[in-house]
């Protein structure tokens, strides 16, 4: 499909290439990252739609991968079925994708590897932290790419309640949009209290395997809660409106 192809071209035209390094996650565990690349956005509600269209909305871990609802109080879902196919509504089309859980990112994730024969997946916890912090560029910002979080990211004083389209606020050294504020976005790693114990090499931790960990605060949180070292966890079933994610590859 000529839409579809057009998808991920742009999705692999904002892939960002990391260098690796070393670093103190979380100002107190030290860590290596090898190279990879990072994609500077999202997934959009946009860049999800013809996924859904050929895979469906399967159920996996007692849930569908998306909960598409009409009737959400807050933040709308992006897409909609309607009874024969999946529909974009046209003004969140650039939104993040939300109400979407771990294994729905997993599922994207291998079907974009099919389509492209690149190896897609999300990012490790160390990963998504060297990232925000600007990788060799790194800096002491309290945030990705500033100490003023209403410069880089949105968060409950500036969101008016709701997810943002991407990409509006400043970028931090790597050209990253969003990774404090707006959504938190899920990583590689099952859940662990602290840092310690997590891999100096950069590798997902192993953990509570019910829960996967999620970074960068959302739309919803307060300043403390959106900063690049705070950590957070949600169960793999369940799908939120606060969480969504993007995609790296070696």
Not at 67 to 90: A, M, S, W
Not at 206 to 211: A, H, L, P, T
Request: glycine share 10%; aromatic share 12%; proline share 3%.
């Amino acid at each position: 499909m000529p839409a579809t192809s057009n998808i991920l071209k742009q999705i692999e035209a904002n892939m960002v290439f990391i260098k690796g390094g070393s670093f103190l996650m979380n100002n107190r565990h030290e860590v290596k990252v090898q190279d990879f690349y990072l994609n500077r956005y999202l997934v959009t509600n946009a860049d999800f739609l013809p996924f859904l269209q050929e895979k469906g909305n399967q159920e996996e871990g007692g849930r569908t991968w998306i909960k598409l609802e009409e009737d959400h109080k807050e933040v709308p879902c992006g897409i909609r079925f309607t009874g024969n196919d999946f529909e974009l509504k046209g003004e969140l089309a650039n939104h993040p994708m939300v109400y979407i859980n771990w294994y729905g990112v997993m599922a994207y994730c291998a079907w974009l590897s099919e389509q492209t024969g690149q190896t897609y997946r999300i990012p490790s916890e160390v990963e998504w932290e060297y990232a925000a912090r600007g990788g060799i560029h790194r800096n002491s910002y309290r945030y990705a790419g500033s100490n003023k979080l209403k410069e880089v990211g949105w968060y409950d004083e500036n969101s008016h309640s709701e997810t943002k389209p991407v990409g509006q606020k400043l970028t931090n050294a790597l050209k990253l949009h969003d990774m404090n504020g707006n959504v938190w976005e899920w990583c590689l790693d099952e859940w662990q209290r602290g840092v310690r114990k997590i891999p100096k090499d950069g590798s997902p931790a192993e953990g509570d395997k019910n829960r996967r960990v999620v970074r960068g605060g959302s739309w919803s949180n307060n300043n403390k809660n959106c900063t690049v070292s705070i950590r957070g966890r949600n169960y793999t079933f369940d799908r939120s409106n606060g969480i969504s994610f993007r995609v790296c590859r070696y």
